[in-house]
């Protein structure tokens, strides 16, 4: 079978490894493209959608926003089941709750402190496909003050400290699994895959050691690992 298609993706952004993570577990083909941080006006979506995960299909058909992606590509290689429930007013309450808090639950532990957006500012400039200069200037310029200061605010009105609130909705996660491994029951549905890409986007930083210290999220995040053919 050729590629199903191309993900155009950044690698440290959330919400491109929640369609990353999808796609390992289903075991589809695919190219990714890792796009210039800095040249995302060049994307190849409609004007008005500058942002990643954008997913072209091999009819060169392109979507966007990662959770219609998902449940797109669920659609389409693989008779949607993973989307599929029987109770679908929780499946879409937890997806939105997914959604809501997980996504922005990323930045405070990443930037949270100046001593933190440095750290995490320098790997993101090692990581990222960024030009020689425009890496360095990312890494040193403004933006780790710049993201320190939106995280430092995020997390003063939020109250509690980034690890606390990591543990806080992976308590509140995990507790709704009813005993299960996943909280999609004895295999991991679509609402797993993406509160598992959200809590693995934070996995190539050291922040991450905050996170792996709660059991039942571990627990649950291995299990998910597992599926995943890569
Ligand atoms: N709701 C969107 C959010 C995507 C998003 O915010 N992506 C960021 C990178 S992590 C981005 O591309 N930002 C560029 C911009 O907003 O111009 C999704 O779930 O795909």
């Known amino acids: 079978m050729g590629s199903a298609g191309q993900l155009y993706m950044l690698y440290t952004c959330p919400f491109c490894w929640k369609v990353r993570g999808l796609l390992e577990h289903l075991d589809i083909k695919h190219e990714r493209v890792q796009v210039n941080p800095m040249k995302s006006k060049k994307l190849p979506s409609a004007p008005e959608w500058k942002k990643v995960p954008i997913w072209i299909d091999d009819k060169e058909?392109?979507?966007?926003d990662s959770t219609p992606i998902m449940k797109h590509i669920d659609a389409v290689h693989n008779e949607g089941k993973l989307w599929s429930s029987e109770d679908e007013e929780r499946r879409d309450k937890w997806m939105a709750w997914v959604d809501l808090h997980m996504s922005k639950a990323t930045i405070p532990i990443l930037y949270?402190?100046?001593g933190a957006a440095l750290k995490t500012t320098t790997s993101v400039s090692k990581l990222e496909n960024f030009g020689?200069?425009?890496k360095r200037l990312y890494a040193w310029a403004g933006f780790p003050i710049?993201?320190?200061i939106i995280a430092k605010k995020r997390v003063k009105k939020d109250g509690r400290t980034p690890k606390k609130l990591w543990h806080d909705l992976l308590d509140e996660f995990?507790?709704?699994?009813?005993?299960h491994t996943f909280f999609g029951g004895e295999s991991p549905n679509l609402v797993d895959l993406a509160a598992f890409g959200y809590v693995r986007s934070i996995s190539p930083y050291s922040q991450f050691s905050q996170l792996q210290d709660h059991k039942a999220g571990m627990k649950w995040y291995n299990a998910?690992?597992?599926t995943l053919k890569v």
Do not use: P, Y
């Open 61 to 64: 058909e392109i979507h966007v």
């Open 112 to 114: 949270g402190s100046l």
């Open 132 to 134: 020689f200069f425009s």
């Open 146 to 148: 710049m993201w320190g």
């Open 174 to 179: 995990t507790n709704e699994f009813g005993g």
């Open 224 to 226: 998910v690992e597992a």
